[in-house]
């Protein structure tokens, strides 16, 4: 028999049992055929992955490709990002910079990397953030041999959640973030559906696990959404020289 | 003034502005100070990244590296595995295998590779997959210009859930996936609590996004969850020679 | 002292805490006082509770007050809802019947009797629906003393969830149901972001406890969700005569 | 034809229909049968509900019967809980009371009425709470023309959750609560795997809706969860005789 009447038949054997059980017993489902869990529709886009792991796939937007911050603006005015770009890096300047495009869901790839020369300890040796949305910060610090409040170090969604375990590599060296971020969601009045949520493998490894946010970052006092739509990603000037490179983002 | 002082300032400030808003408008919460919302405890454990992302971190059981199975067993009958390993890599051979040891919540990074030589279609082309705590199936498939129905090509919870997009590599070229696994809980009766979740990254490219497993991957029929504790990783025998190689675990 | 100035105080000490425990061991976060937790605004908007539980609230839309169907329309042509009315009563008639006011997230409350006359079995015996936003099923039946599929039952989500117990009081009682739905959210591209959920009270005992709906109530298969906005509150005709009254809603 | 040989019939329909699509389109799921999702087993448990919705049905613990507090002991030392019972009616007196049994996921009625001399305002006026697993406060306050903080009146979760509107009853007249219940659970290493949730029904009314609690109720400060198993209702001595009836729990 083909296969399919092979399933035809099943399907009468089963419908068959199922007639044979009502006298004493409930009724038992008739049994399925594979064929009828199997969705061909709608097909699944293909993207090209990156040649590894870190290199952007076909489908990601490329927020900098290691020449220039023409992504990117300065987040006070508008004006151009004016943050210093060399040797296919850049490093943090004056001004924190967001991207000209706004974004909701996303999938961001980010690499940093602490200043070269060590200085300054706790909350002051190599600090920036990554404000996803505007607005939620994943924290950049260099947290090599350098303690600080645990829901304040590298990996952390600041003053929210600290990471699961501190995967930081030594300054000299390049960190990985890549981000799974889901956009909170508003009420027509504004008040909160759904929190924003984030999951975080720094250097592969996993320290956020699809956390709620709590609200918007705040250094002091308690978070509180306001309802908002897209956002830009925004970079933060916290006065130590990080460094950036290979950043892209995919819109989920 | 110190720091502390300044702090202790900021709070007799808000405190004076809290009393006086009191005659005619409701009260505000007194500002806090940023200390307050700073957690030094518990600290967090460091660990050492791999060097790169895809090398396994300090904390990672291996799984397999490149030498021998000792850390798996038959499934059916839990003597020896006896896939081939050459070159670091082991090839899918006769029946399933298991970890030896079982798991809860997890990580789990899986290198894997389509047969070097391209035979049959769909579901017959390079078909293996890794069962998550033995039951949950992350199908490994040659997808790569392979079209197969939507939930159950490389990248799927067999049967459950489709990729977000296709990011296959071609045969002869690695595939990487990077599994972040929530195991379900159960309650005292054996009926459902949460189900299990599963986010995974193919190639670096978000797959699966923390979705609701329905219960265990049935090929015929509807899943439907049964209580278990924790249980190992299996990987399946569909009668092609898929090969593997460098394969981690964090337990979380 | 007033309470402020006490309050100023505990913040000092804890202060004064905070900076001497940092010679040797981590920073504990100073003490708040009790206002910083406390928000009064925006202000919780107040409403008069009907005289008992199952009374219209103030704020409620009455869906059914007894005299007309005013509210409803028929579901097949949009014309006039023409199921009888008799005695503060209305009686399942010919075709199903939907509100003219669409919904999005409620709570509903509806009462409904079984036919006085007990005919028929399993669900042939007083048969018939509450859909939400028109399309997702909240089974009506008459479970007393009735066996039948456990996931088709009253107070079953039909077809997706069983009830937790079986709360039916007999014909000629009247049973009552408090629903608190939470309507889907979808993605800018038709895709789902979060399932609609449902609580069900049956007679005051909990059935639904904000179960995920998985698509709207098919009879024939397994359901997928599409795309939809507000949509009405709709009541089946299944060709057995059970009664309803006392129906309201409120928009959450 | 009999059902099942109808079904028989479309089956092979949906299965030609299967075969004839696959030439230029992809497959489609042969149609299923009805009974294919219609699950007899296990079987719904059957209970008898009050005879109103605020009557304790048959599956439910009796914490309180209007004879005695004999489900009742004082928090502090384990001792008789000594609140005064009288016309079916208790009144707060000396000392936090709590049951005997401890739950943990549970659906909870009680009735309380704000003292009848109305003397003191925002929380001075008729306070006292029901402390869910010991622990997790809902809110009783006379609310009836008395504004407090948001976060801290009738039908909150005290300092985590606003009620969603304020359905208060004034003094002398009986308010409810339904309250469901969700404990939260805990990983083996004592953090939080998921945290406590909680539905209100305040006279009727939905007031929070599956809310996810922060951790322990705080007078001061910010809630952390620390990892408990089963644990009383307690019901909170605030010096204001407010009085309680009719209250009744079912496990879930």
């Known amino acids: 028999m083909t296969p399919k009447k092979n399933a035809l038949a099943a399907v009468a054997l089963g419908?068959?049992?199922?007639?044979?059980?009502?006298?004493?017993d409930t009724p038992k489902p008739p049994k399925m055929v594979p064929e009828m869990t199997e969705f061909w529709e709608p097909a699944v886009r293909v993207i090209t992955p990156g040649a590894t792991s870190?290199?952007?796939?076909?489908?990601?937007i490329i927020l900098f490709d290691g020449k220039d911050l023409s992504q990117w603006k300065a987040k006070a005015d508008g004006g151009a990002a004016k943050w210093q770009v060399k040797d296919k890096v850049f490093t943090v300047g004056k001004g924190d910079i967001s991207t000209k495009k706004e974004f909701g869901d996303f999938q961001l790839h980010v690499e940093w990397s602490a200043p070269d020369e060590v200085k300054g300890e706790s909350q002051g040796r190599g600090n920036s953030g990554i404000f996803l949305q505007d607005r939620y910060e994943v924290q950049v610090l260099d947290n090599y041999n350098n303690r600080t409040y645990s829901n304040g170090q590298a990996g952390s969604v600041y003053k929210q959640h600290r990471p699961l375990v501190n995967?930081?590599?030594?300054?000299?060296?390049?960190n990985t973030y890549d981000?799974?971020?889901?956009?909170?969601?508003?009420?027509?009045?504004?008040?909160?559906?759904?929190?924003?949520?984030?999951?975080?493998?720094?250097?592969?490894?996993?320290?956020?696990?699809?956390?709620?946010?709590?609200?918007?970052?705040?250094y002091i006092g308690l978070p509180e959404y306001k309802a908002h739509g897209k956002a830009p990603i925004s970079l933060q000037d916290h006065g130590n020289p990080v460094q950036y490179r290979n950043i892209w983002i995919r819109e989920l």
Chains 1, 2, 3, 4 share one sequence.
Do not use: C
Not at 54 to 60: I, K, L, Q, R, V
Not at 167 to 174: D, H, Y
């Open 179 to 218: 981000i799974v971020y889901t956009a909170p969601r508003f009420k027509e009045d504004g008040s909160l559906f759904t929190p924003a949520r984030v999951t975080v493998l720094h250097n592969g490894v996993l320290v956020q696990n699809n956390v709620e946010l709590k609200g918007p970052t705040e």
């Open 15 to 24: 419908l068959l049992a199922y007639t044979n059980t009502q006298a004493q």
């Open 167 to 174: 995967a930081m590599r030594k300054p000299t060296e390049w």
């Open 54 to 60: 870190t290199e952007a796939p076909s489908d990601a």
